[in-house]
């Protein structure tokens, strides 16, 4: 039993709408919910969330995935995975996308656009560099992107179906995923009473300015869960861990 839960009675005096998951070293997993959550009849471990950009981190395990299988190479660039791209981002590597040192902008359109994979990469690809590739650290948004694109087009699977049958496959992780996963009567809502598909993907399915780098949705036991995988190499091999877990730039 998890001994610290009176360590958080601020979140619950400031009746704040949280869920809290806690294993410590691969322990079992416990579940608390604070604020107007926990009286709605809905259990921690049935919650759905937005992870928000923590879908970032999933994205990452699975271009890692895609590396161990041979699908894709770390120090590859734009120019093999895509046709058509110009000189200043021909050289840029799946890597440089992975640790925001592409040079990519933080996004180069709203969340809620209903735009599709090949325009998303038009845009994305004929976008202006904020720096010169492996320079320095910039936030993107359209990097993981182009990532996601990247998983695709190397796998030939949707991201949800690579994530579902490459990555976490025979985790249970049955609540971790776009609309595929989605239950309205398990979301979880905003003070206003919107849900996930309405607060986050903008009324209807996610699009690709949103696609890989935000929005994924999932339950606190399943982040827990994936955590543990990937630590313990259920989800990618220790080797490649090593590498994902170092860090390359500030």
């Known amino acids: 039993m998890y001994s610290g839960w009176t360590q958080l009675a601020a979140i619950e005096e400031r009746n704040l709408n949280v869920i809290v998951g806690v294993s410590y070293k691969?322990?079992?997993?416990?579940?608390?919910?604070?604020?107007?959550v926990s009286e709605d009849g809905i259990s921690p471990e049935a919650r759905q969330v937005d992870i928000n950009s923590i879908t970032k981190t999933v994205t990452g395990v699975m271009a890692a995935k895609?590396?161990?299988?041979?699908?894709?190479?770390?120090?590859?660039?734009?120019?093999?995975?895509?046709?058509?791209?110009?000189?200043?981002?021909?050289?840029?590597?799946?890597?440089?996308?992975?640790?925001?040192?592409a040079g990519f902008r933080h996004s180069v359109g709203q969340d809620?656009?209903?735009?599709?994979?090949?325009?998303?990469?038009?845009?994305?690809?004929?976008?202006?560099?904020?720096?010169?590739?492996?320079?320095?650290?910039?936030?993107?948004?359209?990097?993981?992107?182009?990532?996601?694109?990247?998983?695709e087009t190397r796998s030939d699977k949707s991201y949800e179906r690579y994530l579902h049958e490459d990555v976490i496959a025979g985790l249970e992780l049955k609540d971790t995923g776009y609309a595929s996963v989605y239950d309205e009567n398990r979301s979880l809502?905003?003070?206003?009473?919107?849900?996930?598909?309405?607060?986050?993907w903008g009324g209807y399915k996610p699009y690709w300015n949103l696609?890989?780098?935000?929005?994924?949705?999932?339950?606190?036991?399943?982040?827990?869960?994936f955590r543990q995988a990937v630590i313990s190499g259920e989800a990618v091999s220790q080797k490649m861990l090593e590498i994902i877990q170092t860090p390359h730039i500030k």
């Open 26 to 36: 691969g322990g079992p997993i416990e579940l608390r919910e604070f604020g107007a």
């Open 66 to 101: 895609l590396v161990q299988q041979g699908k894709a190479k770390l120090d590859e660039t734009l120019e093999n995975f895509f046709e058509n791209v110009l000189e200043d981002k021909s050289g840029i590597t799946l890597h440089q996308l992975l640790t925001h040192s």
């Open 112 to 151: 809620f656009e209903r735009l599709d994979r090949n325009d998303f990469l038009a845009r994305a690809l004929q976008s202006d560099l904020e720096s010169a590739p492996g320079e320095k650290y910039e936030y993107s948004n359209v990097g993981y992107g182009i990532v996601t694109a990247i998983i």
């Open 189 to 200: 809502r905003t003070k206003g009473g919107e849900t996930i598909e309405k607060a986050s």
């Open 211 to 225: 696609i890989g780098n935000g929005g994924l949705i999932s339950t606190a036991q399943d982040m827990i869960r």
